[in-house]
């Protein structure tokens, strides 16, 4: 038996570090195929704990024999040399998985269109990180065991994680209020990690967050970590999956919305909170909270559940239309978005940094 060389893609990295920091515990490596089975069809790892989203090892079509015939995998990521895995399975996935796991196989949705770009053949088995890299986001916590340290440190017994891609807006800031009211702090995770190309960059997302907490949280009530992994869109499956890894930065409480982790109205409203009330052993309190808007009668941000106007008047405003608005360099209606957020991405956008797309 051989060792192989690979080279690795940024998202392949970042899944790494993942497995390494456990993030991803229990997972200790990539999958085999009957772990994958396992996640894909019934939602759990074949040693019955909770896991709603395969994380697998593309192998090229060129390489699939070659892989076979290996014992170990070195994994180069920008030609360094950064982790080694031991080949236990190499297998071939099906085309109708993609379906499975994303409720819909079509190629306009996001996260089914880069999952099919991926190769099918796939190998298993454990990794070992052997060097780390150059980390433009360092000075921000970003393994479980610096969250669980600072945790620590402040006396925070229940922690509420909020995960997130975007910039903060009121309906944003009114759910963190929520979890300051009822926890000792409150975790605030930007995903960092590949997303689509209208979506907000990770500059925008972490300078406009830097102001919220500095100017109008309570000091040392508030969090800025990331977590660097691919976005997938995937809805109810992905609200269970960040669920769990919150559950792993040491939060005992997570934050579910109205339509976490969906894209292009390919999920139903709340159905990520139903999936994830499913699940009895995810090791986290699930917080399902109601989509929140500003209601010009109450002149106030509110629910369904705390909004008496029958016919809920919102002061509705699209993601599109707040992205051209930053883009024209104007604000957006103050009742979506606080002015001095606004002002942060507005000069962005002059930089031309506000998005993911170039």
């Not at 942060?344 to 170039?358: H, M, R, S, T």
């Amino acid at each position: 038996m051989t060792k192989l060389d690979l080279e690795i893609n940024h998202d392949t990295w970042m899944e790494i570090c993942n497995i390494s920091s456990s993030a991803f515990a229990p997972i200790e490596g990539f999958m085999d195929e009957k772990n994958y089975r396992s996640v894909v069809d019934e939602m759990h790892l074949c040693n019955g704990e909770a896991w709603t989203l395969p994380i697998t090892l593309d192998i090229p079509e060129n390489k699939k024999e070659q892989t076979k015939k290996s014992s170990s995998l070195n994994l180069f990521f920008q030609g360094n040399l950064v982790a080694q895995m031991e080949v236990e399975d190499v297998f071939q996935i099906q085309s109708e998985d993609t379906a499975k796991i994303f409720k819909v196989s079509k190629k306009e949705h996001p996260g089914v269109a880069k999952e099919l770009s991926r190769s099918q053949t796939r190998a298993g088995g454990k990794i070992t990180l052997l060097s780390s890299l150059d980390d433009p986001f360092s000075s921000f916590p970003s393994t479980p065991a610096e969250t669980k340290k600072f945790f620590a440190e402040h006396n925070w017994k229940k922690v509420t994680g909020f995960q997130t891609r975007n910039p903060p807006h009121r309906a944003h800031e009114y759910l963190q209020r929520i979890a300051l009211e009822v926890s000792d702090g409150i975790f605030i995770q930007p995903l960092i990690g590949w997303k689509k190309a209208d979506d907000f960059s990770p500059k925008a997302v972490l300078q406009a967050y830097k102001t919220l907490i500095s100017q109008c949280y309570p000091k040392n009530r508030a969090l800025l970590g990331i977590l660097q992994t691919p976005m997938r869109y995937a809805g109810p499956r992905e609200a269970v999956f960040h669920a769990i890894i919150r559950r792993n930065y040491g939060c005992t409480h997570f934050i579910v919305g109205r339509d976490h982790a969906g894209v292009g109205g390919y999920y139903g409203k709340y159905e990520a909170q139903q999936l994830c009330q499913q699940f009895t052993n995810l090791g986290i309190e699930v917080l399902s909270l109601c989509g929140p808007f500003y209601c010009k009668k109450c002149q106030m941000v509110v629910t369904e559940k705390t909004c008496c106007s029958e016919d809920q008047q919102a002061a509705s405003i699209s993601g599109t239309q707040v992205r051209e608005l930053l883009l024209k360099g104007e604000h957006p209606p103050h009742e979506f978005m606080r002015p001095e957020i606004a002002e942060v991405l507005i000069e962005l956008g002059k930089k031309g940094e506000l998005f993911c797309g170039k």
